[in-house]
């Protein structure tokens, strides 16, 4: 990975970003993140060994970047089987193959631990880099702007690039990563979102408010993807459909993520203080390659979470959203007519408008990167509703299905072709010597919002205005005496004891990005000698 000065870029990076209409100074926005697992293939390696290979591909990170890293992750604080709804589940579900996986592993790693098998390390930027069961996951630092998002998200393509190569040559084999979500044989691993949204919003009156926009954004965030791997709606007639993961969702809400795959997960678990906030977690989402569909896609979530949290709510319900979310995505004559629970018939397009005039009318005004989204999501609809042709520059579907297009044509082949999905994955490739997206925006064809330079210092440089500033900054000067730590804590050894450090969510919100209050904290741990030092820095909390 090359090296950029990363203050002198800092200071030059507000021109770039204005002449995108994107924010570059920071604000009191919510928070938000993105963890994408990426689809991994070695090289003279079968499905059984890629819990062993993901793992090996994780622990390459520090000779990969020569960075520091802190480990492992506190799992303590987290309980995936706490609901929403006020209960929690006697189980998860787990997908078969998964459970097969895990309970089989090669001979190679049989002897590992759980913690040892995850690897979790927590990056100088703020981010997580683990294996989760087979493949390997990046979460972004929190970020409050869409400019910290795309820029962090492309950082973490970055680094699991490097980490490929490293592991390659130390395995002198050939190890390829795809920023996709399946594997062709019925197998979805996932790019999930996280929201910072209010606690006072009753659980129903965000379900109803959010679902039929989780629904219908594939039309505009959809990844694309070769042929259908289930039953439902246009099972038959589909041959590109818009969404890599609509065809694995069969329940409405739950808390699971692995198997019987919800449209809205339920899963209570607020990294930050439960009285006052709650993570709305989304895993209906696809990986995103182009950086305009991530920016739009998490922009216009956070306008439904305003809307709702301001008291809005929808005057329709889908009749069956599991069918629906199938519909939006295989539709073969792109009419998208969804059924609602009145019986009433509307287009997903139509739908999506109900949610942008909406916004438009009551969140206009409140701040660039909500202009930006309420402006490209209404130039998105009018495109799609005229030629999706118009929108091969930034959605990724549209983009996928014309390079498709044009390989057929010149080739003399039929969508059945096994070479359709090959080209399909290459499309999502990190290597840029193969990977078709990687081409496209390399050509200009493709929409690109961040700035090199600032990526690359977003791969060693947490954004500036949260408590990621924190977290990484602690980890850059103690990232060795680290005991465990979290998204909303840093357990940190003191002699004989492990003393907490609180991460409040809340952190950063206020103030601007070079202020004392802000920028000051981070650098001041920094320059700590001592864990003592950086103790009385940030009073910790009991643990």
Sequence with gaps: MGRTNCESVKRGQGSFMAAQGMRSAGGAGRLFGIETEYGILVEGRGAGDLMEESRLLVRAYAEATGRPSAGPWDYRVEDPRRDMRGF????????TRDAEFDRAPSARHRHLSAEEERADRVLANG?????????????????????????????????????????????????????????FHQASYGTHEGYLAARSVPFETLLFGMLPFLVTRPLFAGAGKVGVETDGPFAKECQFQLSQRADFFTEVASVDTLARRPIFNTRDEAHADPRAHRRLHVICGDANMSEWATSLKVGTTCAVLELIESGWEPLFRLRDPVRAIKQVSRDPALRWILELEDGRTMR???????????????????????????????????????????TTDRVDWA???????????????????????????????????RGLFLALEESGEMIRLSDPDVVTCATVRPPADTRAALRGALVERFGSEIERLSWGRVGLRAGSETRWISLPAEWGADAGRDTEANGGLPNRLRAAKTVEEALVLMPPNGG
Excluded at 88 to 95: E, G, I, K, P
């Design 88 to 95: 929690q589940v006697d189980r998860l579900s787990y997908d």
């Design 127 to 183: 981010a997580r880099l683990y294996n989760d069961h087979g493949h390997p996951e990046y979460s972004t630092p929190e970020c409050r702007t869409l400019r910290d998002l795309v820029t962090h998200d492309r950082a973490g393509m970055e680094i699991l690039l490097a980490c490929a190569r490293r592991r390659a040559a130390e395995a002198e084999r050939e190890v390829s990563l795809f920023k996709n979500n399946t594997d």
């Design 348 to 390: 997903a397009t139509d739908l999506q408008r109900i949610y942008l005039q909406d916004a438009k009318r009551l969140l206009d005004g409140s701040g660039a990167d909500m202009a930006w989204t309420l402006r490209e999501w209404e130039r998105v609809l009018n495109d799609l509703e005229t030629d999706w042709r118009a």
């Design 399 to 433: 983009a996928k299905r014309a390079l498709l297009e044009s390989f057929i044509e010149a080739e003399g082949l039929w969508w059945e072709d096994p070479t359709l999905r090959s080209l399909d994955l290459e499309y999502h490739h990190l290597d840029p010597e």
